[in-house]
């Protein structure tokens, strides 16, 4: 404010007057010259970046940054890109991580990863602004995704997949679903690649190889509101010919909304355990209505347990 100038500045000045200020990096636009810098480490809110390198050239608001590395996670990051401050900032950078550990328990998480794992990515883009939402907002861009030995939140689907090899009752089975609805699911493999439109990261190819079975996923982030919308179908590895069971996540990336779908699996289990008891009540062949509707054999009489028994018999022991 005024009182915070000298009193002969501030007898010149209207108490109401604003001294404007522009943007920290406005400063760069009036700065020509080459710049290389080394840190042992860089601490940032959640992370910290070790043997940090970056070189950069400066020439009338035109920045260049030639290379910057970094150690991170246990892996490495690498980037290149620039940047043209005359007007409205225009940026553009490409982005390589290998290897990088991103633990299920992160921070930058809120303790919840949707995704962790050994990742490596690849990454282009272009965007423009002056502010952080709005470099986000206007972000376009692809790359290309895998992460190793690592989990996604939402659902253990193997323990479901091990659970369903060990059921011997209607309770056993009901279990088996409820137990695979939270928790984590561990995969060997996570690929496919992404492209961002207007600051909204999609994806439609990522594939899933896991102990327990194979999967996809798809779905959008919003990289300035911070929300997810993604949905993962997956084959158990003791029912391949089973529907895919489902998890849907959906909301504020730091704690999404958890939906496990499994409507059409249980139903499918149903219905094969009940084709089974038709055809053996049968002798072996099953009995149509002229509709095609199947119908036990007229004397037949079905008992509950009988019919809950070779609904179970639909499960491989």
Do not use: C
Request: aromatic fraction near 4%.
């Amino acid at each position: 404010s005024a009182r915070a100038l000298p009193a002969a500045i501030s007898q010149t000045m209207p108490p109401d007057s604003v001294v404007e200020r522009g943007p920290a990096w406005a400063i760069l636009r009036d700065v020509d010259g080459d710049l290389s810098a080394t840190f042992d480490s860089v601490v940032a809110p959640a992370l910290t970046a070790k043997a940090v390198n970056v070189t950069i050239r400066l020439n009338q608001g035109l920045v260049i940054l030639d290379a910057a590395t970094a150690k991170l996670w246990g892996g490495s990051v690498e980037a290149k890109g620039r940047a043209n401050l005359a007007g409205e900032p225009k940026l553009s950078a490409s982005v390589h991580v290998d290897d990088v550990a991103v633990d299920a328990k992160s921070v930058l998480f809120s303790g919840q990863a949707p995704i962790a794992g050994t990742v490596s990515l690849a990454a282009e883009g272009e965007t423009v602004g002056a502010e952080v939402d709005a470099l986000l907002r206007n972000l376009n861009g692809k790359g290309n995704l895998t992460v190793l030995k690592g989990s996604f939140a939402g659902a253990d689907l193997g323990a479901v997949n091990d659970r369903l090899a060990k059921v011997k009752s209607l309770q056993d089975m009901i279990s088996a679903i409820e137990a695979g609805s939270r928790g984590r699911t561990a995969f060997d493999t996570l690929s496919g690649t992404f492209v961002v439109a207007g600051g909204v990261v999609s994806s439609q190819d990522m594939k899933m190889r896991a102990p327990s079975g194979e999967g996809s996923a798809s779905g959008t982030a919003d990289l300035a509101a911070r929300r997810v919308n993604a949905n993962v179908r997956f084959a158990l590895g003791n029912l391949k010919e089973a529907p895919p069971l489902g998890v849907r996540l959906q909301g504020a990336w730091e704690a999404p909304r958890v939906f496990f779908e499994s409507g059409e699996f249980q139903s499918y289990m149903i219905q094969k355990g009940l084709s089974r008891f038709l055809k053996n009540l049968s002798g072996g062949k099953r009995k149509t209505s002229p509709q095609g509707v199947d119908e036990p054999p007229p004397n037949g009489k079905v008992k509950v347990k009988d019919v809950l028994r070779e609904v179970l018999r639909a499960i491989p022991q």
